[in-house]
């Protein structure tokens, strides 16, 4: 059904409609969520034509309020520049605002407009290709008549410029807001891109306290069409071009934060930005801008020190920012990297930074002692500076700001449990620096190559933690929910302490140029676990897969080795299996190549969970847990490898049909978690499920009861009462009561996870129909057939709605409700619903499944209370077939309700009698090993038992 015209839906918003005509937006609105969501927009603000259009404005008159531009539907006009109109706008396929910045090239003459507008969506293009937390994200480009338009992330804050004015804006603050727009600017540097154009108006801040840049690389574009632009002076310099540069691309910007060779027509690169950077910086700390190049000073050491005493600025900040205005740009600092380290660090903290400096073969100052001085007399003091600008009070606040703002009723106990765990992780890695340069710079007992060695292991976990607090702070409804497994997600620091693990990669690269390579290389690869961790798979995957691309041209094994591995567990979580399965292999081969034996153990173990989601085909004689032990060995053995390897042999144990196996594999995880773990850790929990829920395959649920109880109490004090995992919890709880002969407990638990899901999701979630699916069988095994009827059916409502009428879980549902109508006699109407159940199935998961069995036993029981056991005879004869070929210890119990109804259809039918028997004998015999669980059954069967005959039924 087509939408309405935007501007009609917006009218009748406006009640500007007749009645006729808005009775038609009425009835439309019923059948068509895309125009309900577009009214709702409708509301959120005043309409765009109240907004006055001066003479020579950009605004289009057509962008008004309503109006179309691709797919987006125009919101209001929030923004306008030398360079276009930004209007907030709604994009209905995705179902999110979005700002529209409308692009201006009518400078541009008619003749070269459409190379013009290639151009710059070739470059528009490349700027989007830079993702990383603080540069703004590109959406979308495409053109609108002769103009190109960006669609941008909506950013709910104000500018870098305002934080500047505020009387409340310290000077940490402001560092710590700078600091988050340093990385933005160097992770552009890193994917080659330039912004000629950075100042604190193309900065934004959010309420959620994360910074983000915009317009990068635009200045270039947009100037470098502008025929009419020309030098600064009147001059021609005869500089050089360089590619697609014009000579506007050489002398743009603003001329208050231009660099020196900006301001003379010269090539400006990524040192040009970092002038720009410390120009507004220097403003930030000082309330003015630094005198300009060639401008009479004072003398070197009043520069070095009456603005600090003026502001408070520590010396050592301000000594960053004087070498970042060097007039020359080979004597500013060597990347926007370089100048993020020396504003991140007090002179304490600097050892650190030396460390890494060594490892890259840089020159280091003459004297060691200098690099590590600490006004607290500690040689190895300062470790916890590195923490400005990414765990601390500032940041912390804008996190809490985040989660206090949510709606979900388990944010706030979210809030908790991440503060905990990123606090605790922040000593422990401030404890593990100190520890490193103790190690190196005090006791000697650490050579100087293994302190750098530590030192960008300890840097990786900072990136690490930095990458999930800014995941945190743009916190969605997702990411809230997946909080507390990011926290938890953080890679230990243990092996940044482990000499042998460290010294067996191949050295690291010692050319300046490959370092800052891989620094943003590590960067982005901290991006990618943060996201993956709090549940943004896509994105995650999205991101993975261009930094294996960099990684591979930088051409260091161990750091392409871990990337690589990071993406296999991208794109497993993606169910890209056996995509993940071939990227493993190169992880593994590039880390044995490189002697990242470590890396080379981690994957190998990862490897076996991947196949437990395949077939055998790809591993048939199954060596991938053979070469992980091996591998395992090789390393010298790690607790943490052992576990992991453990809990996916528990997975593919269970895959191929072994439950005993998976059960000793459980249980050896479940010991090395409790040695490993706290008694809160959310690990524990993980492997106290394992063995519940294996013991339950093993039909030994009331053993697997006590560690599924631990693992609630686990879950609901890390997650909360409030929390899905633990409505998810509570379910296997439930089932496993009920298989345990427990309906009455089972209920309870069940009805708690309703409750959740209720509050959380709502009573439409395909988690709430799970749960009344789960309740339906709860109930039917308390004799409350009707009750249970209206559950199933509750379930299947929804999951036809959400998954469609061909969908398994549908099928699930309805053979459910088959079985609650067959429990009140209503055997006509039960064999419909185990028919239509059995269609779907069969079609959605092959004739041969055990849910067809279910499906094909349900019917072939309604059919021999119909007094059609020879109907029923053909759906049994199948049942039993398809249960027996089941690995032993999965269907039995399925396997002997197929038998014993089969008996029943040929005593009716006067077919076999010998073989009904025997049928109704091993039913009986499988009921009597479980006298609890199976008591209803047992009666059945045992009423059947008379010697030497089966007794034929009226």
Known sequence: MDCFDTRQLFAFARGELGEEAAGSVEQHLDSCAVCRALLAEAARGPDDASVPHTEGSPVHPWLQRGALLGRYVVLERIGAGGMGVVHAAYDPELDRRVALKLIRIDSVSPAKQEQAQARLLREAQAAA??????????????RFGEHVFLAMELVDGTTLREHMRSRDSDWRGLLGLFLQAGRGLAAAHAQGLV??????????????????????????????????????????????????????DLVLGTPAYMSPEQKRGELSDARGDQYSYCVALHEALYGKRPPRPGQPRGTSEDDARWPSREAGVPAWVHRALLQGLAEAPEQRHVSMDALLRRLSEAPGAKWRRAGMAAAAGLVLLAGGAALHRSTSGDPCGGSEQALVGVWDAPRKSAVRAVFEASPLPYASSAWREVERTLDGYSRDWVAASHEACVATRVTGHQPERLLDRRVICLDQRLKDLSAVVDTLAGADAQVIQNAARAAHGLERLAPCADIP???????????????QRMEGVRTRRAAVRAKLNAGQVMPALELATSVAREVHEVGYGPLEAEVLDLLAETQGQARQYREAIRTLHRAIQAAESSRHDWQAAESWAGLVRLLSFVGTELDPDEEAPRHAAAALKRLGGDAHIEAMLSRNLVSLHRARGRPAEALVEA??????????????????????????QTLGMLGR??????????????????????????????????????????????LEYGRKALAIFRRVHGDEHLMTASTHHNLGGFLLELGRA???????????????????????????????????????????????????????????????????????????????????????????????????????????????????????????????????????????????????????????????QVPGVVRRRD
């Open 129 to 142: 290709r830079v993702v990383h937390p603080n540069v703004i994200t590109i959406h979308d480009v495409g």
């Open 195 to 248: 912004h000629r154009d950075f100042k604190p108006d193309n900065v934004l801040v959010g309420r959620d306290g994360r910074v983000r840049i915009t317009d990068f690389g635009l200045a270039r574009i947009v100037h470098g069409l502008d025929e009419s632009s020309g030098p600064a002076s009147g001059q021609d310099t005869g500089a050089p071009k360089h590619g697609l540069l014009t000579r506007s």
């Open 501 to 515: 693990t460290l010294a067996s990669p191949e050295p690291p690269p010692s050319d300046e140029g490959t370092r």
């Open 667 to 692: 249980q050896r995880a479940l010991e090395l978690a409790r040695k490993l773990y706290t008694a809160e850790d959310p690990e524990l929990a993980t492997a106290l499920l394992s063995v519940g």
């Open 701 to 746: 649920h009331e053993e697997g009861l006590p560690f599924l109880r631990e693992a609630e109490t686990i879950y609901g004090g890390t997650y909360g009462p409030e929390h899905p995992n633990l409505a998810v919890v509570l379910d296997i709880l439930a089932v496993h009561e009920v298989q345990a002969g427990n309906p009455a407990s089972a």
């Open 786 to 944: 009707e009750e249970s009827l209206q559950a199933f059916g509750h379930a299947a409502r929804i999951r036809e709605k959400e998954l469609g009428p061909g969908d398994a879980k549908l099928a699930a549902s309805l053979s459910g409700m088959g079985r609650a109508l067959a429990k009140q006699g209503r055997y006509r109407e039960a064999a419909e619903h185990h028919q239509r159940a059995l269609a779907i199935r069969e079609k959605a998961l092959g004739p041969e499944s055990t849910q067809v069995g279910l499906d094909l036993l349900g019917l072939g029981r309604d059919l021999v209370e119909l007094k059609a056991p020879g109907k029923a005879r053909v759906y049994l004869e199948r049942a039993v077939a398809i249960f027996e070929r089941q690995p032993a210890g999965t269907s039995e119990a399925s396997l002997a309700d197929a038998r014993f109804a089969l008996a029943r259809a040929l005593a009716d039918e006067g077919r076999e009698p010998e073989r009904a028997k025997r049928l109704a004998d091993q039913a009986h015999e499988y009921n009597q090993r479980f006298p609890r669980e199976r008591a209803v059954e047992l009666a059945e069967t045992g009423r059947w």
